[in-house]
């Protein structure tokens, strides 16, 4: 149980386009889900926290417009990265906290994203 | 403001040996305390965790336990397998998850 999918897993795109990777929480419902990002040989890095039908909230130093979160039901969030540039390139996790927990959460299997 | 500090890798062990990676926590108040492992190219996965002092995690031959008195979460295996060859990153919650840098571990034959 507990599983969390991203699709996805990777991307390749030219400068400029936009990418979506969508989060699922496939056996359970979340009204919370987080976006992460990960450099090589680093830790996670909070982006935003992500909640069914509301604005997500972003942390500090993260553009809002350039990563747009939305979370339109209690299974699926996705992360659009709009007009991407080659330093948007990063493996990026998202994960999703269960109806009821109020401290663990479920990650995914990450997206690598290469913008060229 | 809250914070995770985990000893630095590369921890290289052979097969059988025992593992021990450190972590201890800053924190106003007492977070949920968290193991994660991460094997290459995946997200991470939950190991254990333990939500107050004294609690023990355990899962797969690895165990940590929470200890308020010196503010730590050591994680402990026994006898480690090169399957166990991974990133393995702490982390504490109290409204938000704080990971600490992370540790590799590389187990050899």
């Not at chain 2, 254990?48 to 979460?73: H, I, M, P, Q, V």
Request: include cysteine; aromatic fraction near 12%; proline fraction near 4%.
């Amino acid at each position: 149980g507990a599983v969390v999918s991203q699709h996805p897993s990777w991307v390749i795109c030219k400068s400029g386009t936009s990418v979506k990777i969508e989060c699922r929480s496939l056996d359970f419902q979340a009204t919370t889900m987080f976006w992460y990002r990960q450099f090589p040989k680093q830790s996670l890095m909070l982006m935003a926290t992500s909640n069914e039908g509301s604005k997500a909230t972003y942390e500090q130093g993260v553009e809002k417009d350039k990563f747009l979160i939305n979370h339109a039901s209690l299974t699926l969030s996705t992360l659009t990265v709009t007009s991407a540039h080659p330093e948007d390139s990063s493996f990026y996790i998202c994960s999703a906290l269960p109806l009821g927990s109020t401290d663990t959460q479920y990650f995914g299997p990450g997206t690598r994203l290469t913008v060229l | 403001g809250n914070s995770v500090t985990q000893m630095e890798g590369p921890v290289t062990l052979s097969e059988e040996a025992f593992l021990t990676i450190n972590c201890t926590y800053t924190a106003t108040g007492y977070p949920s305390l968290f193991w994660y492992v991460q094997y290459p190219g995946e997200g991470l996965q939950l190991l254990l965790k333990a939500t107050k002092a004294d609690d023990k995690g355990s899962n797969k031959g690895f165990e940590a336990t929470y200890r308020k008195e010196t503010t730590s979460f050591h994680l402990e295996k026994g006898s480690v397998q090169v399957s166990d060859s991974a990133v393995y990153f702490c982390a504490g919650v109290i409204q938000k998850v704080t990971f600490g840098t992370g540790t590799k571990l590389q187990v050899i034959p």
